[in-house]
């Protein structure tokens, strides 16, 4: 009945809701949900506009019984509860002290609570660092330990190396010895003899190889009874033969210039006949000199005794009618200069410092640029017989 009496009322015209009446909805598929009075209608028109005048006073008497029903639920919470409000006050001013004050025990119990958890971490987390450091400690000091132990081995095995060397020693020096008396026992001037192949002006061979030391020329000479003519060197390469072959038999020397012994290679022949071919070679079949400054290179850095260190020195000059020309110009590489000849004839020459085989042929090239290509020395040379001469030297410190 309260529930009823509570409910709010509808019943104003022009605010009628739709209602949906079992009977009478339609299916389901063919809801029309159109309100009787359309929405905006209902809503903002207001009733004075819309109502008849003789209903104006029914709606007047509704709104009274309405005002009236408010006020009996709108009553104030003093009255309905009989209390005073000075008491309410009171009392509300007390719960609200209450409160605060409880607010407060609270609030400093939750801080006190972190405060404790905050302690706590901190105590954890530092407890952590002191066993992480102590933890770091025990390892700087294993390795520090680790590292004096190898420093010991280090100076130990340096110590054997050098007394392993001093007893090497005089091997290693009695194995140069030996060797390079077995290249003077070979003899101290060997001669070699190459072909270079013939071109195709020059007509048939005339040479024949029997074997590694034996040239056979043929004379051309009927008179003899035998018109070919046999010469012996210490080793004799025909045309075929390369230049990596060829230096294979030089290689010896370069380890017995490095040894501290003096030694020359002398190519000689008359014009055309191969001697630039078979010194400087060319960029893509290189000679004696590149091969041998390239072996000198590797024997110098494959020699790991602490006693031995080289310093490589090249100079390079022209003979031409007696006249020394020195082939390099000083530059900021230069060592002092070499002197050539006796006291009371001689030459100065410049001396560059190369440290690899690519510095070597840099001054190389850079000398047979100053030799230039005057073919009148040619010309000359082959007048008298002389041509103009090359030398160069390595020296070795
Ligand atoms: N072993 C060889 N194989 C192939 N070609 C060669 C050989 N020896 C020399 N030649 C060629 O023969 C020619 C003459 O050689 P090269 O210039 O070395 O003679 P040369 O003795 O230095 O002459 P010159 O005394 O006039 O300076 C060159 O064209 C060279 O390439």
Not at 56 to 66: D, G, H, I, N, P
Not at 330 to 347: I, N, Q, T
Request: negative net charge.
């Amino acid at each position: 009945m309260a529930e009823h009496k509570n409910r709010w009322s509808w019943d104003v015209t022009g605010f009628e809701p739709w209602k949906s009446s079992p009977s009478s909805s339609p299916p389901v598929d063919q809801v029309d949900r159109k309100p009787t009075a359309p929405l905006v209608r209902r809503y903002s028109v207001s009733p004075s506009s819309v109502l008849p005048p003789q209903s104006k006073q029914s709606t007047a008497s509704k709104v009274q019984r309405l005002q009236e029903r408010l006020k009996v639920l709108h009553v104030p919470l003093y009255e309905y509860f009989h209390f005073d409000r000075s008491v309410l006050l009171v009392e509300l001013s007390f719960y609200v002290v209450s409160f605060a004050t409880l607010f407060k025990s609270c609030a400093n119990s939750i801080i006190r609570y972190f405060v404790q958890l905050a302690k706590e971490d901190h105590l954890q987390l530092r407890h952590e660092v002191s066993e992480l450091q102590e933890y770091s400690n025990a390892k700087l000091d294993r390795v520090t330990r680790y590292l004096g132990v190898l420093a010991e081995k280090t100076r130990k095995l340096d110590q054997v190396a050098l007394e392993t060397e001093a007893r090497i020693s005089p091997i290693i020096n009695e194995k140069r010895r030996l060797f390079n008396d077995l290249l003077t026992s070979k003899g101290n001037i060997r001669v070699f003899c190459r072909t270079r192949p013939s071109f195709e002006d020059e007509g048939p061979s005339v040479v024949e190889f029997p074997d590694d030391y034996t040239i056979r020329v043929n004379t051309g000479d009927e008179s003899l009874s035998n018109t070919k003519k046999d010469f012996e060197f210490d080793r004799v390469y025909g045309p075929h033969v390369g230049q990596a072959e060829l230096f294979n038999d030089v290689q010896p020397l370069v380890q017995s210039a490095l040894d501290g012994y003096n030694v020359s290679i002398f190519a000689y022949g008359q014009t055309h006949s191969g001697k630039t071919h078979t010194m400087e070679g060319s960029s893509y079949d290189r000679g004696l000199y590149a091969r041998c400054f390239e072996e000198l290179f590797d024997l110098a850095n494959s020699d790991t005794t602490s006693t031995s260190q080289y310093k490589f020195g090249v100079t390079v000059c022209e003979l031409y009618n007696e006249q020394t020309t020195d082939l390099l110009l000083e530059s900021g590489k230069s060592m002092p200069k070499l002197c050539f000849g006796s006291p009371e004839c001689f030459v100065e020459l410049v001396q560059e410092k190369v440290d690899n085989p690519l510095e070597f042929s840099r001054s190389l090239k850079a000398a047979f640029q100053s030799r230039g290509n005057d073919l009148s020395k040619i010309n000359v040379s082959h007048l008298y017989g002389l041509n103009s001469m090359l030398m160069l030297c390595m020296i070795i410190l």
